[in-house]
């Protein structure tokens, strides 16, 4: 069959590009070779260094517990690559099937998988962001400046943003003993990730250790002292905050610009795939040669009636690329669909946040075990008459079960006893999410609608 | 020299890393789990007890001995 | 009649391989014989109702005629109330924290690590005093003295009492064993009346700690004033006789069934001689292999479960045999092979959920141990009964004695 003789060829010498060299890429690298695939690989990444992993960046790095030049991503096997690391790409010839360098080379490829990922959203105003003292988190670079201004003993840390990141960065300066303030623009701290009943009990949370919660309130300018120091930070309900150190966390920018004008569908809400992870052009037609994977990619799950998610999670990253990697070196019949339930996990002020499904799609929340004022719960989420997510305090052995009932599509509200349901947990109640068409940095899951094709997204910063 | 990273997605918080190795693992609270990346070859021995004791098997331990395979800038 | 699959398992004549049992019994996942339990013994099925929120371990949750109740099920009528071990959230949440509170992390992280040295010590001693060395009952000199002298130390127990808590022990370990035939009321005269006597003592030696406390988990357990307060009493001594019985009467037996397994693998433990860490995954694969705790026989459905198309009605009794999940081949690939290199062996051993062993790290480093420093120190270690002769335990199950013999004992 001729087929077969193309993707022989492909597996025994074609040429691979990986662009993108975190987890996604590496962890695509891996599965690729773990598939049989002896050609050439290359990993291009815009960072100077080997692929690392970003979770202990705002936990153990910012408690002074790990270095952030030390978390390189454990090899599971060897990739064999060629490495072209700290020179970003900035184009893509989708006709001549290759990769623009920075530095003006070219590198071609016979499959491309996209594994850009994002980067922190900057604060808006340039000449504030570029005061001494403001931070954002997401680079191993990041993290290590931040860091070390946390151990000269900082007098106050502002976090601009009470999503999972921000939280984590406050609680870690409060482990540290530093003083800190949120502001947050929602009603609580994770309610576009969680919804405000789960978010009033993070709130509870960040009062109970120490920190100046502010919410429903926009930094609306920071101020520097005349040597270019951040000093204090202005409040829209009138209110200023001294500070000299300030976190910007407003959530991620998808680092899709450099394939403007190539003809994919990418654009600020991250790169159209199809269930495959095959990469849409922008003319709503699947590629077969060009892939995505990670948070930079945007695919249709057949548990979320087929939305476009596209999810900063760390697991989907894994999942995602491992299904990009096998597709890419497979034949149509046997490729894989990405089908994994999201989950992701945060830790944060001494409590182990883990969710599964989508909350942010739930209309209704029932606390089914536990309650929310011990903190140790599980919430399940509703939506349309069915389970379709979940979140636990401290009771993650439990998860594992709710995961089942969303990949069941069971109906909400379950109908079952279970052990310790309290009197709060009996009926559903409104799961409290803020307006979807309010510009929000809280879910780490964006809905992004149902077209392939759709670029319309615009951020605007209230600040 | 070895690099770890722990799938906290799979994680339930059963602490046995923490028990075998807590030069390496410790618990934050009841269920959260914190870890060095980049361990003590020191340490080596209690990180494969650590790691095999994983009643959900989380704990990813660098499988390659060649430092980074010749990235450039690495490590 | 055939006896049934659920009377074979218990029938003493099968203990000594109740694996072929367990291939018959995974034929339907789900096995329900009249008037009895319903008997889980396929590993998905059980790992996702060892996770399940309608399982109950509060044995108070068994609708009457439904099951044979076990000993601890009738609070009124014992000396002490239900350990964690029976119980649901949130009081098991609470008494297993506070319990762990004084054991492991976030607040004791270095207990059990730290005991590395004394470990190596006992076994040490324990290998030195070993007699006849063609003629040793490893169950008697080795690892039934072993685990005891490592639960009394951690507790604060004095070694000496050993004697007088033997015998509760085993009683109160026998009636964990699930028996459709027995006179309950017999069975439940004698657990009581150990339970009673273990009772009256842990309290004589709480109040001894109360007014001496040492570092040892009694004494902490007993002046402790954590974020959840103090235990009650009543608590501290249904907790104490958990920690004293599961510490006493499990390890013994994946000692002893993990020397029995090497033994009857002289390849692995060739190979365990002269590279001690394969003791490791050596450990795990035993708990996949001859689990120390074959099955959990005390667990109760709050709802209808529908497993496998088969509904489980509310308030029936649920068998969860992990040693059968263990075997199951749709999960491990040649399951009745021993094999310590397998790249993934995530057993059922310890339980997993909420419930799931509370001592693991303590026996994990006890079984490395000991099986290592035998392989090393045992010259040409050979068995003398084949197969041993086994504990009557369906549940706690391993030899009462292995005989062994070897030509020496190096230093």
Known sequence: MVGDGVLEQLKREGRIVVVGASLAGLRAAETLRAMGFAGSLTMIGDEPCEPYDRPPLSKGVLLGRARAERTALPRLRSVDATWRLGVPATGLDMAAKRVRLADGDEVPYDRLLIATGVRARPWPREEEAELDGVFVLRTRDEAAALARRLDEGPHRVLVIGGGFAGSEVASACRERGIPVTVAERGAAPLVGALGGVVAAVAAGLQREHGVDLRCGVMVTALEGDASGRVRAAHLSDGSTVETDVVVVSLGALRNTEWLYGSGLGAGPRGIACDAGCRAFDIRGIVTDDIYAAGDVARCPHPLFGYQFLSLEHWGNAVAQAGIAAHNMVSESVDRLPHMDVPAFWSSQFGVNIKSVGVPSMGTEILISQGSLDSRRFVGVYGYQGRVIGAVSFDHGRWLPFYQELIERTAPFPPQFPTVDRHAGGQRPVDADFPDPSVPSHGPTVTLSGYSPADRRMTFTPAH | MVSIAVDLNRCQGYAQCAFLAPEIFTMHGDEALLYDPDPDEAHREKLAQAAAACPVQAILVDAVDEPAEAVPGGR | ?411
Request: net charge negative; with cysteine; hydrophobic share 35%.
């Open chain 3, 1 to 411: 009649m055939t006896p049934t699959l659920l009377h074979q398992i218990l029938d003493y004549a099968n203990r000594a391989d109740p694996y072929p049992i367990y291939e018959e019994l995974r034929k339907t996942p789900v096995h329900h014989e009249t008037d009895g339990a319903y008997v889980i013994s396929t590993y998905y099925e059980i790992r996702s109702l060892l996770h399940d929120p309608r399982i109950s371990s509060d044995a108070r949750n068994v609708a009457s005629g439904n099951a044979d109740p076990p000993a601890e099920s009738a609070p009124e009528e014992s000396a002490l109330p239900p350990s964690f071990l029976r119980l649901d959230p949130p009081e098991h949440d609470r008494l297993r924290r506070m319990t762990n509170r004084h054991f492991g992390p976030p607040h004791s992280p270095h207990r059990v690590d730290g005991m590395r040295p004394e470990l190596h010590d006992i076994v040490g001693g324990l290998i030195d005093g070993l007699g006849d060395p063609g003629r040793i009952d490893l169950v008697e000199e080795f690892s039934y003295p072993f685990p005891v002298t490592v639960i009394c130390r951690l507790l604060g127990v004095p070694r000496e009492d050993e004697a007088r808590f033997h015998t509760w022990a085993d009683t109160l370990a026998a009636s964990l064993d699930p028996d459709p035939d027995a006179d309950p009321a017999e069975r439940g005269k004698d657990a009581h009346e150990a339970r009673m006597a273990l009772g009256m003592y842990l309290a004589g030696l709480i109040e001894e700690r109360r007014k001496n406390p040492g570092d040892d988990m009694l004494s902490q357990l007993a002046t402790a004033k954590g974020q959840d307060g103090p235990m009650t009493t009543m608590e501290l001594l249904s907790t104490a006789a958990l920690l004293l019985i599961a510490g006493h009467e499990t390890t013994v037996n994946l000692i002893s069934n993990g020397m029995l397994t090497l033994l009857r693998h002289p390849e692995v433990l060739q190979r365990l001689r002269t590279e001690p860490r394969l003791a490791v995954p050596i450990v795990e694969e035993l708990l996949r292999f001859e689990p120390p705790v074959q099955l959990l026989p005390g667990r109760t459905a709050l709802a209808d479960i529908e497993v496998r198309g088969v509904t489980i009605p509310e308030g029936s009794a649920l068998w969860l045999v992990l040693a059968s999940g263990n075997r199951d081949p749709q999960r491990f690939e040649n399951p009745d092979r021993f094999d310590p290199d397998r790249p993934d062996i995530q057993h059922l051993g310890l339980g997993s959920g909420i419930h799931s062993c509370f001592g693991a790290p303590v026996a994990r480093l006890e079984a490395q141990l000991a099986l290592a420093e035998l392989a090393r120190r045992l010259e040409n270690p050979r068995l003398l009964d084949d197969p041993p002769e086994y504990r009557q335990n369906a549940v706690l199950r391993g030899p009462r004695h292995l005989r062994i013999a070897c030509d020496g004992i190096r230093p």
